[in-house]
């Protein structure tokens, strides 16, 4: 009958599954918030020692996935993100140097040589038995930089709390010749493309 709209009836929407970033690190809650959805911080119980002969790919891959999967055992219910980052110098993993010594001696290894930042992402949802991993590469090209300038960056930006020694984000990016990857916040911390594919994926909502 013409004039007459049948309206069809709302649809119930599931209320959305809480959102867990598994980390402690400022940078990733710092980008994760970028997205502008709700999440809560759990910080995840893992020992991050590489085991003898693991590649910084594989050594990547699985604290990613052991952190989420540890945070989701407290949010069963929960869509948990794991991440982690390893700076890969010709196959040999550098982790975050804690002392000026340590960053000084990294910096120096790696003045004029290509270091690729390995960081890797998991996803887990236990409820919907949801697991998957991904790996965002990023190639960094570092200037053939003085003694001086690694002391004087060192002490400006004391970044003794990231992989390979160096904030791109910040003073650090005057340290690098070029930069490549495909995921443009992965070398901060957390590849944000891949995040947003992962939660979907998951069954999260970003939009």
């Known amino acids: 009958m013409h004039g007459m709209h049948e309206h069809p009836s709302p649809k119930t929407e599931t209320a959305p599954r809480t959102l867990v970033l598994g980390s402690t690190s400022r940078y990733r809650r710092e980008l994760l918030s970028r997205l502008q959805i709700p999440f809560e911080v759990d910080a995840p119980n893992v020992d991050e020692t590489p085991i003898p002969g693991e590649s910084p790919v594989d050594l990547a891959l699985r604290l990613a996935i052991a952190k989420a999967r540890d945070v989701a055992l407290r949010h069963p219910d929960a ?3 794991g991440s982690d980052q390893v700076a890969d110098l010709d196959g040999t993993p550098l982790g975050k140097p804690i002392t000026h010594e340590k960053a000084t001696e990294q910096l120096r290894r790696m003045r004029g040589r ?3 930042f390995q960081t890797a992402l998991a996803v887990v949802c236990l409820e919907t038995g949801f697991e998957q991993s991904e790996l965002a590469q990023v ?3 570092f200037r053939d930089l003085s003694d001086d300038e690694i002391e004087r960056y060192l002490r400006a930006e004391q970044p003794y709390d990231c992989a390979g020694s160096a904030k791109s984000e910040g003073l650090g990016i005057a340290l690098l010749e070029r930069i490549d990857n495909d995921d443009p916040t992965a070398l901060i911390g957390l590849p944000l493309i891949r995040t947003c ?6 069954g999260g909502r970003i939009l």
């Open 139 to 141: 190639q960094v090209r």
């Open 114 to 116: 290509t270091v690729v």
């Open 197 to 202: 594919h992962l939660i979907r994926a998951a």
């Open 79 to 81: 869509i948990v993100i």
